[in-house]
């Protein structure tokens, strides 16, 4: 009873995981394909850095709602064509596509699923990047790239199929690093201005950049993790540690203590963290944090020496439509707090340049209204009036909605699978995105042993009936989904209602506005 649907998924060579990186888009290392001709980048960076100073911002064909909301992150391998359709539907205000490398997607070929509409850019017979109409007015494409000319080729490509491009600045993972690309730019701000500079002038698309914090310097003696190792390495030289006394001579005769064991996040999973946050919790938090941190009367001094106020200065000259601040430094890892205090003066510096400013770090959603989350928290705390949401997303892409998280077991996995069906999303794929979901995370969690339950089917299915099948979809419907019907966009905004309405009345004020469609 599965063979239609199996027929119709194998009939589009995509891949597992159709927005990967370009190591796996090509089959090249990362390192191989980002060598490019050292000459032309100098010689492009050459050409635009007469006008990477104070570049005027130019009116775009659309304006975008940076600094309203809830956004989805770029997310490789998770932000695919229908997680980032499930975040619009339940209130996303603006979704990032994964980051895609310059060279992956420069000469792929556009083609158009006349069945499903989906867009598929392809190159050797896989799909580097699939999008669709639907969603359009409201997904950008982030891109990765380490030279001027390289990236507008990039831009060009996919610039009638989105409502914006960005540029990665902050990715720490090492295919990006390597090929000079997301955080390496961080480091050359000369070249991270003239590629901007290079797309702004490029195109009417709204163009962003997403960056991390930079270190602190070692000047005040800082030992956190915002602060490079090498500094921190050398503060802790410099003060005296105190030498243990020697432990006491031990009988052989006597029972020994055992040391304690620290679990172990890998070898020892325990039940996922819930997304829930008490509103108590996090207020006392906020108030330690807040006296553990400098004193109010010291705030204008930090925000002074924040170092990464320079580069942002020289990112907003370029013309930039938003920035989005990643509250972390490279070298730091998700586990550890975000830095919402030094987002402050940026977000200040936002303000005056015209400039709207994304925090992305630790936020998961809700918000007062919803009666859970930390939004108005995260808000209050940086300035900012619109937040990035990455692990909660991945988590529950429910947790854009301001009237709380939807169940996983019965609203949000079954509406994800139908809409993953419907626009034939590789079954790989879509099966790391709910092996990814947390199913705790919900108004009503289930138990141990049920969770256990669910997670050993979801890990056993093969394909996408039986998947369906754990989560109570028929097989009658499976087939019904996975069958030939001449308006695949008609079939895809029944199962988006709510997304449909806001998407009309999007469409309609940007007729108003600027007398055209997107």
């Not at 159709?18 to 090249?28: E, F, K």
Request: hydrophobic share 35%; charged share 25%; aromatic share 4%.
């Amino acid at each position: 009873m599965t063979a239609p649907l199996a027929s119709s998924v194998a009939a589009r060579p995509l891949s597992p995981t159709s927005s990967l990186n370009a190591a796996d888009a090509v089959g090249q290392p990362a390192a191989k394909r980002q060598r490019t001709s050292k000459h032309n980048d100098e010689d492009y960076a050459a050409e635009t850095k007469a006008t990477t100073t104070k570049t005027p911002r130019k009116r775009t064909s659309q304006q975008l709602p940076y600094d309203t909301g809830m956004h989805l992150a770029p997310m490789v391998r998770i932000g695919t064509l229908p997680v980032r359709l499930i975040a619009l539907e339940y209130g996303a205000e603006l979704v990032w596509g994964p980051e895609i490398v310059d060279k992956a997607i420069i000469g792929a070929e556009r083609k158009v699923d006349p069945r499903t509409g989906v867009v598929s850019f392809l190159k050797n017979g896989r799909s580097i990047f699939d999008c669709h109409p639907l969603e359009k007015s409201r997904l950008i494409f982030q891109l990765g790239s380490a030279s001027p000319e390289l990236a507008v080729q990039a831009m060009k490509v996919i610039q009638h199929d989105v409502a914006g491009v960005g540029l990665n600045c902050g990715c720490p993972k090492s295919f990006s690093l390597s090929g000079g690309m997301g955080a390496a730019l961080l480091k050359e701000p000369e070249k991270l201005c003239s590629i901007l500079t290079a797309l702004v002038q490029a195109t009417d698309l709204p163009v962003d950049a997403k960056i991390r914090l930079l270190p602190l310097p070692p000047a005040k003696g800082n030992t956190s993790s915002s602060a490079s190792p090498s500094a921190a390495a050398a503060a802790s030289l410099a003060t005296p540690v105190a030498t243990p006394p020697p432990p006491p001579p031990t009988d052989p005769a006597q029972p020994q203590p055992q040391p304690q064991r620290t679990p172990s996040a890998i070898l020892e999973p325990t039940v996922p963290p819930t997304l829930t946050v008490d509103a108590a919790v996090t207020s006392d938090t906020e108030t330690a944090a807040a006296g553990a941190g400098p004193s109010s009367s010291a705030k204008g001094e930090e925000e002074e020496e924040e170092p990464t106020l320079t580069l942002v200065a020289r990112i907003f000259d370029t013309g930039i439509a938003n920035l989005t601040v990643h509250c972390r430094t490279q070298e730091m890892r998700s586990r550890e707090p975000a830095l919402h205090e030094r987002m402050r003066g940026i977000t200040e510096m936002g303000r005056q340049r015209g400039v709207p400013v994304v925090c992305n770090g630790d936020a998961v959603g809700g918000g007062k209204d919803a009666g859970w989350g930390n939004f108005d928290q995260v808000c209050e705390k940086t300035g900012v009036s619109s937040v990035m949401i990455a692990r909660a997303a991945e988590a529950n892409p429910s947790c854009f909605s301001r009237s709380g998280l939807a169940d996983p077991i019965s609203e949000v996995i079954p509406k994800l699978l139908r809409v993953a069906m419907v626009t034939q999303n590789h079954y790989n794929n879509t099966k790391y995105i709910l092996n990814a979901m947390s199913l705790v995370d919900s108004p009503t969690p289930p138990t141990r042993e049920t969770n256990r339950e669910y997670k050993q089917k979801m890990n056993k299915a093969k394909s996408y009936a039986d998947m369906a099948e754990v989560f109570g979809i028929d097989r009658d419907e499976v087939r019904a989904l996975s069958e030939e019907e001449p308006d695949g966009m008609a079939r895809l905004e029944a199962l988006l209602p709510r997304w449909k309405q806001r998407r009309d009345e999007i469409l309609l004020l940007s007729r108003l506005e600027n007398d055209d469609t997107f």
